[in-house]
């Protein structure tokens, strides 16, 4: 019965996902009109206020990663030398922790517990079967709130093709590695890598000025194919053990969401089309990569698609190498350095390597003027940071943590400050209020609103 139904819903192809995989697309349906009187994730100028969680892997070299200052005005360091250009605008953080992804009574598999509780706060569930559980991520909670404000609730991105299902690290299943996005404790939201169909998914296909009537021949297409899952449906069911069918429900309350969707992107009249060209797919050389899965996003924000996204650049324990900046062995194995100065070196060229990558994106959206006359940059709130800080011993306190952009004015920028040792989830508390969500009393381990941001 199981192999029946997957071999089902795989012939739908790319447009419906396995009951697995059914949080594909968040609760909330996008609107094209912000609704600026709520207050929600506007600035006092009336902007849109964007907010982002960049997640790089495994750890950095300390030595070269923090500002050259202990407080104060921010002194970069040789690894965030790239931010020169718009360090006015960011702030670096330590003293801001995980516990949740500490061994404590689970032992090994701190890759696993990284990623899952970066966006969350809570412990993920050691298992490597059905039964995974980890917490609602603060990029969901943020598009509960103000999801109706854009098209698109929320968007998840990911530079990463590797395997994402089955168990990974140490007892503990490839979800919680693969997705810093959880719409759920139970449900994480699966990222989308390939920038193209990121592209197609925001604006339609095809060359520029075709894209709209493009869209609305995919949404037909896509209402069509849900039609027949739905039929189909009612026959599964009759067939269907207790445990099925409550995964079955769940699925379908996905293609319900979808379905809402779909209706109210065929309701959207004024969808861009930017000029620039359709991305061709997934380049081959991973800074490029990176560098797509800026573009995307920065796209989103400019023309207001979204407010909230994700991006994992790499999942946690990714173990390639990068020959284009001379490094042949594998990133997760020169994290575990055990202090030789060769591997440390290269930690901290790959660390300088992903950092370039978010500095180019940085200062694409500081040049992009915004509806109010700042920049988009201006306008956001960008974390990037990793649930790593030291990869050889597998740290979770004193997280390698960057905040980039002004919040529309409500941030303080250039500037090192170490909060001491609170819960990262505090910074996220903070973040939420500046959207203008108020109500939001505890995420994870959370304690209180981080107030010096």
Avoid at 184 to 193: G, K
Avoid at 215 to 238: C, N, P, T, Y
């Amino acid at each position: 019965m199981n192999m029946q139904r997957r071999r089902f819903l795989k012939s739908l192809g790319i447009s419906i996902a396995l009951p697995a995989y059914q949080s594909l697309v968040p609760q909330g349906i996008a609107s094209s009109m912000a609704k600026q009187s709520q207050g929600l994730a506007t600035t006092a100028s009336g902007a849109p206020l964007r907010t982002a969680y960049c997640y790089f892997p495994n750890g950095v070299n300390e030595e070269h990663w923090w500002p050259l200052n202990r407080s104060g005005k921010l002194e970069l360091n040789r690894t965030m030398k790239p931010l020169d250009r718009v360090k006015t605008k960011i702030q670096a953080f330590g003293g801001l922790d995980h516990i949740n992804a500490t061994a404590g009574k689970d032992g090994a598999g701190d890759h696993a517990r990284a990623s899952a509780t970066f966006l969350t706060g809570e412990r993920a569930r050691k298992t490597a079967g059905k039964d995974i559980r980890a917490g609602v991520s603060i990029d969901q909670i943020i598009a509960n709130e103000i999801g109706s404000e854009t098209r698109f609730p929320s968007l998840e991105l990911t530079c990463d093709t590797g395997r994402k299902s089955g168990r990974c690290d140490s007892g503990y299943a490839c979800a919680y590695q693969y997705n810093i996005s959880w719409q759920s404790p139970t449900t994480p939201v699966a990222p989308e890598a390939n920038p193209r169909a990121v592209f197609e998914r925001l604006f339609g296909g095809g060359p520029i000025g075709s894209r709209k009537e493009n869209f609305q021949k995919r949404l037909a297409q896509q209402r069509s194919i849900l039609d027949f899952v739905m039929e189909d449906a009612k026959s599964l069911r009759l067939q269907a053990d207790s445990h099925d069918t409550q995964k079955l429900d769940e699925y379908l309350t996905s293609v319900r969401a979808i379905e809402k969707r779909i209706q109210d992107s065929e309701n959207i009249k004024d969808i861009p089309d930017p000029n620039v060209e359709t991305p061709a797919g997934i380049p081959e050389r991973f800074s490029e990569h990176m560098g797509l899965m800026y573009d995307m996003m920065g796209l989103a924000f400019q023309t207001d698609s979204t407010r909230v996204a994700t991006l994992q650049l790499a999942h946690e324990g990714m173990n390639t190498s990068y020959p284009e900046i001379g490094i042949d062995e594998g990133h997760h194995y020169l994290s575990h350095h055990k202090e030789d100065p060769d591997k440390m070196e290269k930690i901290a060229i790959i660390d300088r390597y992903y950092l370039e990558q978010f500095a180019h994106f940085l200062h694409r959206l500081d040049a992009m003027e915004d509806v109010d006359g700042n920049s988009v940059l201006d306008n956001s709130m960008i974390v990037y940071g990793c649930g790593h800080c030291d990869g050889n011993r597998h740290t979770h306190d004193n997280l390698p943590i960057l905040l980039a952009g002004k919040g529309g004015g409500e941030l303080q920028t250039n500037r090192f400050v170490h909060h001491g040792s609170v819960p990262m989830t505090n910074l996220y508390l903070g973040l939420a209020e500046k959207l203008g969500i108020k109500d939001l009393n505890r995420i994870g381990d959370s304690t209180g609103v981080l107030t010096n941001v």
